[in-house]
């Protein structure tokens, strides 16, 4: 008797293929449900219908048509057990060999804008998972495919030796449970999303398919990957490598912290320079070639080797001066085709574009012992009217703007955090110290001479007046914190007795 295959599929890519080489080379009967029964009709293959098949009808709208008995009775038979054997004669059910099905597109249908519920529970798929799940269970006795990369391997194993090995069989079986995981962890989310919008779910799954397998994580001797969540590529998966070498997990851990910074500027062209995750470097200006000029000179020891986001397409200018030092990567929304031929002249520095530098995730997610962290995004958006004048002087708007601009830079310095800015521009970053004033010391040593009139953000509140007085006796005119120590007014004593303005967001960001 022929080899039976159950074909059932949304997405057809290569189907027709498939089905070809099936029914040519190797003989097998194909049986097939609704549009993929059409599909390979209209090619011209023989196929016969589920429907005849099982001898019922498909009904309510196609939402019924392979859950059926002569369905899963030939996919979950064992064909060595006897009585397995016996009760698929005694209900004239043929075995099946191969079941090649995937998914409704769920994940593709709630990413489209204004999508309803009702659209989206219609593609919940149901037979689809239970022909998934139960050949793969039984793979032992067939084989499921439910990936079009697949069908190639699967031929070529039944070309070498006649049919597919125990061990091909059961690779594909984790695939299919991959499947079916990933697929029920998204309607999922996407049903708890809608029920409790605003609050982390109770249980929190994460899926992501492997891009690629990366040299090594942060040392040599650690294994690492990268993963895309979803079925849409988006975030970094969606950027385009324009030149240079593979990503490595540094890089890419450096190139989000990059991101983040960057999206923090959206109206003025703005460049950040990173090194392990803290900004050496970052300015705004009137064009983009001046905001990297600026950045790269606020720390240009620190700048080789780094990390570049541009939030305005590279020109030929800008260009030619990233040329000028060793870099390991660079993004922007864009690159113009002078300046791709310009960047070519340092062939290994990776450079990529992508357009959307805004969009980050909804949540980080950090592993511990036996578990996870979840938190939601720092992602408010700094807004300084909100902002609370606590020294006696009052807050130009040229003042204003300056505080901003430090403040959405120390917001992605690591904990403890002490930045200095003046003209838009970093001049010192003290990151991650065990206390502030050793932050602020690093910051305004960094600075120098340039932090006469300068502007000094905290990511945190002063405990103590100590960080105030060093950064006046340092020529600092102005200071932005969160404020919300039980000695708040020591601090803001200290500045007015100094002459410092001194603002409070009301707001923290650590970084840890």
Not at 36 to 63: F, M, N
Not at 359 to 378: M, N, R, Y
Request: proline share 4%; with cysteine.
């Amino acid at each position: 008797m022929a080899r039976l295959a159950l074909l059932s599929v949304s997405n057809k890519t290569g189907v027709i293929d498939l089905a070809r080489s099936l029914v040519e080379e190797f003989g097998f009967d194909i049986i097939s449900s609704g549009g993929t029964a059409k599909t390979l009709k209209d090619a011209g293959i023989p196929v016969t219908k589920v429907s005849e098949y099982t001898g019922s009808p498909e009904i309510l709208g196609g939402r019924v048509k392979t859950l059926h008995p002569r369905i899963h009775g030939g996919i979950l038979a064992r064909r060595d057990v006897a009585q397995d054997i016996t009760d698929l004669e005694a209900n004239q059910i043929r075995p099946i060999d191969l079941v090649v099905v995937n998914l409704y597109p769920f994940e593709q249908t709630i990413a489209k804008p204004g999508v309803t519920l009702a659209e989206a529970v219609e593609q919940i798929d149901i037979g689809g998972p239970a022909m998934l799940r139960a050949s793969s269970k039984n793979f032992a006795h067939l084989t499921v495919l439910c990936d079009p990369a697949q069908y190639g391997e699967y031929l070529q194993e039944l070309r070498q030796n006649g049919e597919p090995s125990l061990e091909f069989r059961q690779k594909c079986a984790l695939k299919g449970f991959l499947h079916t995981a990933n697929y029920d962890r998204a309607i999922a989310a996407y049903l708890g999303e809608l029920e409790n919008p605003d609050t982390l779910p109770q249980q929190y799954t994460l899926s992501g398919q492997q891009l690629q397998s990366l040299r090594y994580g942060e040392n040599p001797h650690q294994q690492a990957g990268w993963y895309q969540t979803g079925t849409t590529p988006t975030g970094w998966a969606a950027a385009t490598k324009l030149q240079g070498k593979e990503l490595s997990y540094n890089n890419l851990v450096d190139l989000e912290a990059a991101r983040r910074i960057i999206a923090e500027f959206t109206e003025s062209p703005a460049a950040t320079i990173i090194k392990h995750t803290n900004p050496c470097g970052t300015a705004e200006a009137e064009t983009i070639f001046d905001a990297y000029q600026k950045a790269f000179n606020a720390d240009s020891v620190s700048a080789f080797g780094g990390i570049v986001a541009l939030n305005r397409a590279i020109d030929a200018a800008t260009a030619t001066e990233l040329t000028k030092t060793f870099l390991e990567c660079v993004v922007a929304p864009g690159c113009d085709s002078e300046a791709q031929e310009i960047l070519t002249k340092k062939g290994n520095v990776r450079v990529l574009t992508l357009p959307d530098l805004l969009s980050g995730p909804k949540e980080t997610v950090k592993a511990i012992a036996g578990g996870f962290l979840v938190q939601t995004a720092d992602d408010i958006i700094a807004d300084t009217s909100k902002w609370q004048v606590v020294s006696d002087r009052q807050p130009t708007y040229s003042e204003l703007a300056e505080l901003l601009f430090a403040w959405k830079v120390c917001k992605h310095v690591k904990s403890n955090a002490i930045l200095i800015s003046k003209d838009r521009t970093t001049l010192g970053v003290g990151a991650g110290q065990m206390n502030r004033v050793g932050s602020a010391k690093i910051a305004l040593e960094q600075a120098g001479e340039k932090a006469k009139g300068a502007f000094l953000a905290s990511d945190g509140f002063f405990p103590f007046d100590d960080t105030i007085r060093t950064a006046a006796a340092a020529g600092i005119t102005a200071i932005v914190q969160p404020g919300g120590s039980v000695r708040d007014k020591d601090s803001i004593k200290a500045a007015n007795e100094l002459g410092l303005l001194m603002l409070l967001t009301g707001v923290r960001h650590f970084a840890h």
